[in-house]
């Protein structure tokens, strides 16, 4: 019955977990090293969003990481 889909394991489940998490932390501190570049003055922006930007994208990393131990916690 090639229409039938088949129930994932649980050990399947918890690898493409941990698959996710671990790409996720790895772009959470991608963007970390983008938010300090910004901050120290490598990246060329204008002084007045340069706080601006590096807030917002270590935001974004902060967040991105704690997702990411979120699936590595899952798939544990």
Known sequence: MSGVARPSSSS?????S????MAML???VA???LAALAYAGVLPFDDTVR???SAGV?????IDGAIGIYFL????
């Open 58 to 62: 270590a935001a974004a990393a902060v």
């Open 73 to 76: 916690r899952a798939a544990s």
């Open 18 to 21: 941990r698959a996710v998490g």
């Open 31 to 33: 963007m970390a090293t």
């Open 12 to 16: 399947g489940r918890a690898g493409t």
């Open 51 to 53: 706080g601006w930007v």
């Open 26 to 28: 790895g772009s959470a």
